[in-house]
């Protein structure tokens, strides 16, 4: 996806959660157990404000958040910060410099793309937790928000951090997982310290597959379903198999 696509989903996806949101701050967030929508609408916020800054100054800030974000109004916080967004992309063109923690790729294209993805997924949370429809999700955002899951966010963090995922993978007798959607699909290898990941559904019989229409895979591998979808999405192979990749993808998402 192009990053001017990518900007478009995010101005739409925003649109959807500042309407959402405001329906009940203090209702639970199902998808997300420890949040109401408040916390969900500062989180939002204050992710916009980090990327900002990232961007503004080259590097990641720390410490994050600062103090004072904890007391701000939690929508005024969230128009506050996506507006200071919007204007520090306006200002950069995607292959410009910025501070990301994926070492591949330290461009303002990065954030682009993962703003996008960060907002659909808690545009969907804060939809659940109010209680309304789930909005429909662009084919080509939920494949790319796939894409994106299972490289930049786990295979990228067991190759960087690969004790946070020891308990995990120590004991891996190496298995395989095929991800399949409408026009796309993508084979993971697993072992000791390894979380690999190919374009394609890959050769041979795969140890579990996933598969389902673009938003809903999106949703599953996000732990994002609710009972109104769930039979959308096909889960075929063993039980420690699955296990194992649902435990890598909560680790590396945490």
């Given at each position: 996806?192009?990053?001017?696509?990518?900007?478009?989903?995010l101005?739409?996806?925003?649109?959807?959660?500042?309407?959402?949101?405001p329906?009940?701050?203090?209702?639970?967030?199902p998808s997300?157990?420890?949040?109401?929508?408040?916390?969900?609408?500062?989180?939002?916020?204050?992710?916009?404000?980090?990327?900002?800054?990232?961007?503004?100054?080259?590097?990641?800030?720390?410490?994050?958040?600062?103090?004072?974000?904890a007391t701000?109004e939690?929508l005024a916080?969230?128009?506050r910060?996506?507006?200071?967004?919007?204007?520090?992309?306006?200002?950069?063109?995607?292959?410009?410099p910025?501070?990301?923690w994926?070492?591949?790729?330290?461009?303002?294209?990065?954030?682009?793309?993962?703003?996008?993805q960060?907002?659909?997924i808690?545009?969907?949370?804060?939809?659940?937790?109010?209680g309304?429809?789930?909005?429909?999700?662009?084919?080509?955002?939920?494949?790319?928000?796939?894409?994106?899951?299972?490289?930049?966010?786990?295979?990228?963090?067991?190759?960087?951090?690969?004790?946070a995922f020891?308990?995990?993978?120590?004991?891996?007798p190496?298995?395989?997982?095929t991800?399949?959607?409408?026009?796309?699909?993508?084979?993971?290898?697993?072992?000791?310290e390894?979380?690999?990941?190919?374009?394609?559904p890959?050769?041979?019989?795969?140890?579990?597959?996933?598969?389902?229409?673009?938003?809903a895979?999106?949703r599953?591998?996000w732990?994002?379903?609710?009972?109104d979808?769930?039979?959308?999405?096909?889960?075929?192979?063993?039980?420690q198999?699955?296990?194992e990749?649902?435990?890598?993808?909560?680790?590396?998402?945490?």
């Open positions: 996806m192009e990053s001017t696509r990518f900007l478009e989903c101005a739409t996806d925003f649109a959807r959660l500042r309407a959402v949101a329906i009940d701050q203090a209702a639970r967030v997300c157990p420890e949040w109401t929508v408040a916390d969900l609408t500062r989180h939002v916020g204050q992710v916009y404000l980090h990327k900002t800054v990232a961007m503004r100054e080259g590097a990641e800030p720390e410490p994050w958040p600062p103090a004072e974000l701000e939690p916080l969230l128009d910060a996506y507006a200071g967004l919007l204007a520090e992309f306006a200002t950069r063109r995607p292959e410009d910025a501070g990301t994926y070492t591949p790729d330290q461009t303002v294209g990065f954030w682009i793309r993962r703003m996008a960060e907002t659909v808690h545009r969907i949370d804060a939809e659940l937790g109010t309304q429809p789930v909005a429909p999700v662009p084919t080509d955002l939920a494949v790319d928000g796939i894409d994106e899951l299972l490289k930049v966010f786990v295979a990228y963090s067991v190759s960087e951090w690969a004790d020891a308990d995990i993978l120590a004991g891996s190496g298995r395989t997982y991800v399949r959607t409408d026009g796309a699909a993508w084979r993971v290898s697993t072992g000791r390894r979380f690999d990941v190919a374009d394609g890959g050769e041979g019989r795969p140890d579990v597959t996933v598969s389902g229409p673009p938003v895979v999106l599953w591998v732990n994002r379903e609710s009972v979808q769930a039979s959308d999405v096909t889960v075929e192979g063993e039980p198999a699955l296990d990749l649902r435990r890598c993808i909560v680790v590396a998402t945490q």
